[in-house]
């Protein structure tokens, strides 16, 4: 498929399977990735086909209808345990992103729940995992218009910053941050997106800048860092980013440079939101410094596509995501509200959320 589309849907189930958006072919060439088994999605994770927490959760739910799928056994016990098994092997895709750890924790509820037949659970397991992909979609929509309204009152139309990728592709579609710009674009409150490219794997240079393309929102790219320039120079009014996991006390793991961001935008007194569904959220870290950061292979550091660009000898270091204390962040945007981080337990319990 070549067209572009103006609404994007990055995981679809169609026909006995399920398509991606090979997200690695953005921006030159718009195509799907047929996924048929199991191991096929978890290549697609791994390799970044299907990229962003919110994604990746609906992705894994799918892997593991997927992999109920080929379970060849009627036997209820031996099925369940071959399915824990297919959950490791999802499990250890990406690990930073806790709605992979969601998704599976809530598909393998589903099998041990269903009573009846092998079959019948097998059948359970895919309207779960198209359960959590219509979820996830609604969900986004919820986080934009509650994001609209708590970004700043003035100007009367924002330039928002955004880093990475936490659009449509990021999610089943809309997106969390690019939710918010959406939703405030479309509420003639945004008057221009600035994108970081996100080195090394350039998401907001292939995939945030392609997004905002497709729907005609004013977007300008720059360099990671030339953001606190930007905002120096007043062009900024607002920074809104995902978040990949959330610990308890809103310290929160984002794409590699976030917390630069945020350090920046807290210098220049810029308002500084972190856009995520709940099931981002890991009530069981307390703290940012127990979520564990993703290494990913040193060559998307040392190469740009098929061009090498650092010298032999070198060594070289490339975590996928930093950390961004609760400090710098001036709201959680969920879709059940904007909470301050260090409220945002008390909040969620005072509306029976946790």
């Known amino acids: 498929m070549s067209s572009c589309p103006s609404q994007v849907f990055p995981i679809v189930w169609y026909e006995n399977s399920v398509l991606l958006i090979d997200?690695?072919?953005l921006p030159h060439e718009y195509a799907f990735v047929e996924i048929h088994r199991c191991e096929d999605m978890v290549q697609a994770i791994k390799t970044m086909i299907v990229r962003g927490a919110p994604a990746i959760?609906?992705?894994?739910a799918y892997g593991m209808y997927l992999g109920a799928r080929e379970i060849s056994t009627q036997n209820r016990e031996e099925f369940l345990h071959q399915l824990e098994e297919v959950a490791v092997m999802l499990r250890a895709t990406r690990p930073t992103a806790v709605n992979l750890f969601w998704a599976i924790g809530r598909m393998l509820k589903t099998a041990y729940e269903t009573l009846g037949s092998v079959e019948q659970i097998k059948q359970a397991l895919l309207y779960t995992a198209q359960t959590i992909n219509a979820e996830d979609l609604q969900t986004c929509q919820a986080i934009g218009d509650r994001g609209l309204e708590v970004l700043p009152s003035t100007p009367d139309k924002l330039n928002?910053?955004?880093?990475?990728?936490?659009?449509?592709?990021?999610?089943?579609g809309y997106g969390t941050a690019l939710g918010v710009v959406r939703c405030a674009w479309a509420k003639g409150r945004l008057a221009r997106v600035y994108a970081d490219e996100t080195r090394p794997r350039l998401q907001g240079a292939k995939l945030t800048a392609w997004e905002c393309t497709q729907e005609g929102i004013p977007v300008t790219l720059i360099t990671d860092n030339m953001?606190?320039?930007?905002?120096?120079?007043r062009l900024i009014h607002a920074v809104v980013v995902g978040a990949d996991r959330i610990a308890a006390?809103?310290?929160?793991?984002?794409?590699?440079?976030t917390y630069s961001l945020a350090i920046v935008a807290q210098a220049h007194n810029i308002p500084f939101f972190i856009a995520a569904p709940l099931s981002t959220i890991d009530f069981s870290l307390t703290t940012g410094s127990e979520i564990p950061i993703e290494e990913r292979d040193t060559?998307?550091?040392y190469a740009i596509g098929d061009t090498i660009?650092?010298?032999?000898?070198?060594?070289f270091y490339n975590p996928a995501f930093d950390v961004t204390s609760a400090d710098l962040i001036t709201a959680i945007i969920t879709e059940h509200g904007a909470f301050a981080p260090n409220q945002l337990q008390e909040k969620l319990k005072e509306k029976h959320l946790v």
């Open 249 to 257: 006390n809103g310290d929160t793991a984002n794409k590699i440079g």
């Open 57 to 60: 959760g609906v992705a894994a």
């Open 160 to 172: 928002i910053l955004t880093h990475c990728n936490a659009g449509a592709l990021a999610t089943a």
């Open 227 to 233: 953001a606190a320039h930007c905002m120096q120079q």
């Open 23 to 25: 997200q690695t072919r």
């Open 309 to 315: 660009i650092a010298p032999e000898g070198v060594e």
């Open 299 to 301: 060559s998307e550091v």
